[in-house]
């Protein structure tokens, strides 16, 4: 039975989904320096809280730059290219902030790695829309996030024991794993190219529903721009898991880095085991507002978990909820953002869909560990779970109203 929900949930895919879904694994697999970040910074280079918050803070604002920059140079030059260089510069990048240790030079050292990293994100997000046929947009990114939570579960426990040896292994470690993912997407899609770019424009888009075929800036469309909005205030939230949690296990819990691994590896291995046979047996039959309210609420009752218990399974609880939070929320924005967006924009609106996740990490950052320095941990899930609620209701109404126009 379960094998046969398996068989069917991934089923349908197209054989570039599956091969990008390799590359993409190849890549969250070796991803172990930003999960490990926070806690480098404070322990291995013995910087206070708040220089950790504005580097953080700066490593989304190089996220952000980047969103814009990956967006629109996939409009420009399709998303092959921008993919290919994202992954080789990061990881030339990488090597290079194994000298970089005073906080001056690593504010421009995260900025740019950051800004590097994140050109791949709206890339990548059109390359999932390109290689997908509508009826299984929903099901592509959600195979996407598979790839991506299934290396995020191998890479943090990874990322722990290498830390354990020394920090400087885990920029190497990364870098590498970026030239394997570089190298092996390089071979596989140098003959395929964009499906979708400037110089190709198919007749029938495999990117969007027919009547989504929109030639307008998502600058200008006023009603995505405030779903964006309520997206980045989601999104500061959920960014306090890989941000400030990991400081909250190892300063409340005493947690090792080995240990603090395996509760990140958790939350991807929930999103792994789950996400592809829940979204298959939903299918498009329940609105998407409903999947996403719920998500959000989900994450509310996991931050306010926190609060009103302690002990290694109440983490461990906190952490299921919010694997099944993403489940419910995450591929559900990305496929409203896709099927918003016509053939020659997909970039554009992917770029400010991912600009939300850049600008989540700007602000949610230096939020937290300015919360956390004032007035402890306890007034940040408080406030992390109640700015969930609050987004649950704007997004509401905003997502039904983004159905019908």
Not at 275 to 303: C, D, T
Not at 319 to 324: A, E, S
Request: charged share 10%; aromatic share 12%.
């Amino acid at each position: 039975m379960i094998l046969s929900l398996y068989r069917n949930a991934y089923g349908g895919l197209s054989r570039e989904s599956w091969l990008l879904t390799a590359v993409i694994f190849i890549n969250r697999a070796g991803a172990m320096v930003v999960p490990f970040l926070s806690v480098y910074l404070t322990e291995g280079l013995g910087l206070h809280i708040k220089q950790v918050g504005i580097l953080l803070s700066v490593y989304g604002m190089g996220a952000m730059v980047g969103n814009c920059i990956g967006g629109w140079l996939t409009d420009k030059i399709g998303h092959f290219k921008v993919q290919l260089c994202s992954f080789l510069l990061v990881a030339v990048w990488l090597i290079v902030m194994l000298w970089v240790q005073r906080f001056e030079f690593l504010v421009g050292g995260l900025f740019l790695l950051s800004a590097l990293t994140e050109c791949l994100s709206p890339a990548t997000a059109a390359a999932v829309s390109s290689y997908s046929p509508p009826q299984n947009i929903i099901r592509a990114f959600s195979l996407n996030r598979l790839a991506m939570n299934l290396g995020f579960s191998i890479g943090p426990a990874l990322g722990g024991i290498l830390a354990m040896v020394s920090y400087q292994l885990l920029f190497v470690v990364d870098s590498l794993t970026c030239i394997a993912a570089g190298a092996l997407f390089y071979f596989l899609f140098r003959q395929r190219q964009d499906s979708v770019g400037p110089e190709t424009e198919p007749t029938q888009p495999a990117t969007v529903a027919p009547e989504s075929h929109s030639e307008r800036s998502p600058y200008r469309d006023g009603l995505f721009l405030l779903f964006i909005a309520l997206c980045c205030c989601f999104l500061i939230s959920f960014s306090q898991v890989f941000t400030t949690m990991p400081l909250y296990w190892h300063q409340v819990y005493s947690l090792s880095k080995m240990e603090i691994g395996a509760l990140l590896a958790l939350d991807g291995l929930i999103v792994c085991l789950m996400e592809m046979i829940i979204v298959y047996l939903i299918g498009n039959r329940p609105a998407p507002w409903k999947m996403i309210v719920s998500g959000l609420s989900l994450m509310a009752l996991a931050f306010l978990l926190l609060n009103l218990a302690h002990g290694l399974p109440v983490l461990i609880l906190s952490i299921l909820l919010f694997g099944l939070s993403e489940i419910l929320s995450l591929p559900f924005i990305a496929s409203l953002t896709a099927r918003r967006s016509g053939p020659k924009n997909l970039g554009a609106y992917m770029g400010l869909y991912t600009l939300a996740y850049s600008a989540a990490y700007i602000v949610g950052p230096l939020a937290g560990t300015t919360l956390i320095d004032s007035f402890g941990f306890g007034t940040l899930w408080a406030s992390a779970g109640a700015l969930c609620m609050v987004t649950a209701g704007g997004l509401f109404l905003v997502v039904r109203r983004l159905q019908m126009s």
